[in-house]
């Protein structure tokens, strides 16, 4: 097996055409497989049922004699906000508990900025004219969709090894008052997979943005997610921020989604204590409160910090083996040919793939006509937009081992052929 580059052009059309009849024989196979959202698969989903069985008479209480059953706590139960500043590293007084979806509390946060305003800001967003955010790229298509929804300008920062290329991002936050934003995934990014550095972590906190309503948006949707053979450790930006008493500049998102039930969790938005004043302010008239009773549940099923992390580690022996299955398929089918490359992940949902440029839509297209469902070509970008057509967002969780053994059979053969494609049409 050769490099592709290293071909003679008659030699890449022998195997084009090999490529080609393999493709034929797994699509003759008539799989159907949507890969397209990192889903928890239903085991994952299983290993959550006991909290179910719960004595329901145990989650009507708190401890400080809350009927979680009527109206209040509008920041949520204390035992679970502590449950989740002990997971964050931060206090209770930094925590808002939300409903199950983290992404809802991310929206919520930014229509809350256009219409009413951030604390320390001289007036909301949507009364400034022109917004703009900065998007690290490879990214998260519903961050970006929340900017397009709104009309927020978007901007591509490249995205590295360590973390986003923080002079840039540095160039754009000082110096332009109308970037109010930047979309972060600092742990197991999705979909690259990589965390970020101490070094690029300080250098958020660093940062002295010309706008005086400025926040970071620091979805750390991965924290406990490792795969079980190395944790990657992220260090608490909130930490690096008091070092610079920029704590205001933060907003940071989790949920329990990939933890317990993706329909029925727990969402967290963790701020400064300035920053959770201001917010409460504006919620308690969206809202009550969240669900107590489900909050009183993970707190009862969990009872502490450690009991998330061996929670985890069952995950991580279903995850693992799935993860294994993609990287090898590209070690032994990609690399040889040097026709992409991908960074190997210690934990998160996604291997974010990166082939010959303008190869990223033909591959997609091949794999859907085959009955394999990918997320779409461009979607790790704004505006859906690849300006080099490369990326793929590869999704492994949902399905089983043998699913995923012909599922990442068939993205090969189609990465194949559409490197080949490319490279012979520049002859």
Request: proline share 5%; hydrophobic share 40%.
């Amino acid at each position: 097996m050769r490099e592709y580059t290293s071909l003679s052009k008659d030699a890449m059309r022998e195997e084009l055409k090999a490529a080609r009849a393999e493709y034929a024989a797994l699509k003759a196979k008539d799989q159907k497989l949507d890969m397209s959202r990192g889903k928890p698969n239903p085991a994952q989903l299983d290993l959550s049922m006991d909290m179910l069985a719960l004595e329901p008479t145990e989650l009507v209480v708190t401890r400080k004699g809350t009927d979680v059953r009527n109206y209040g706590e509008l920041a949520g139960v204390d035992e679970c906000k502590e449950l989740f500043a002990d997971l964050l590293g931060l206090q209770m007084k930094n925590i808002i508990m939300g409903g199950q979806s983290s992404l809802n509390l991310m929206y919520d946060s930014v229509v809350r900025a256009l219409l009413l305003g951030v604390y320390g800001g001289s007036k909301p967003w949507g009364a400034q004219g022109e917004l703009k955010f900065l998007c690290p790229v490879p990214g998260y298509d519903r961050h970006f969709a929340i900017c397009e929804t709104f009309g927020i300008k978007m901007i591509n920062i490249p995205l590295g090894e360590y973390g986003p290329d923080m002079d840039l991002v540095r160039q754009y936050v000082e110096h332009d008052a109308s970037v109010k934003g930047i979309w972060c995934v600092p742990k197991y990014s999705n979909p690259t997979g990589i965390t970020y550095s101490d070094e690029v972590v300080r250098a958020f906190a660093a940062l002295k943005p010309a706008a005086d309503d400025f926040r970071i948006f620091w979805d750390n949707a991965y924290l406990v997610h490792s795969h079980g053979v190395r944790d990657e450790k992220l260090l608490n930006i909130f930490d690096a921020c008091r070092e610079y008493g920029s704590e205001d500049m933060v907003y940071e998102f989790c949920s329990t989604s990939k933890i317990t039930f993706s329909g029925a969790g727990l969402a967290v938005l963790a701020a400064s204590e300035n920053n959770v004043k201001f917010i409460l302010q504006q919620m308690k008239v969206q809202t009550i409160g969240y669900d107590k009773i489900n909050q009183l549940r993970h707190v009862k099923y969990f009872e502490n910090v450690e009991g998330i992390y061996r929670h985890m580690q069952e995950h991580a022996a279903l995850m693992r083996p799935k993860f294994n299955v993609v990287l090898g398929f590209l070690d032994r089918e990609i690399a040889p040919r040097a026709i992409g490359h991908w960074h190997r992940p210690c934990g998160g949902y996604f291997v974010g793939f990166e082939g010959l440029k303008g190869t990223a839509s033909r591959a997609v297209a091949l794999c859907k006509e085959a009955g394999l469902t990918l997320t779409p070509a461009g979607a790790p970008f704004p505006y859906g937009i690849d300006p080099d057509d490369s990326v793929i967002r590869i999704a492994p969780s949902f399905p089983d081992v043998a699913e995923l053994t012909g599922a990442m059979k068939l993205f090969c053969v189609c990465e194949r052929i559409a490197a080949l494609e490319v490279l012979l049409a520049g002859e």
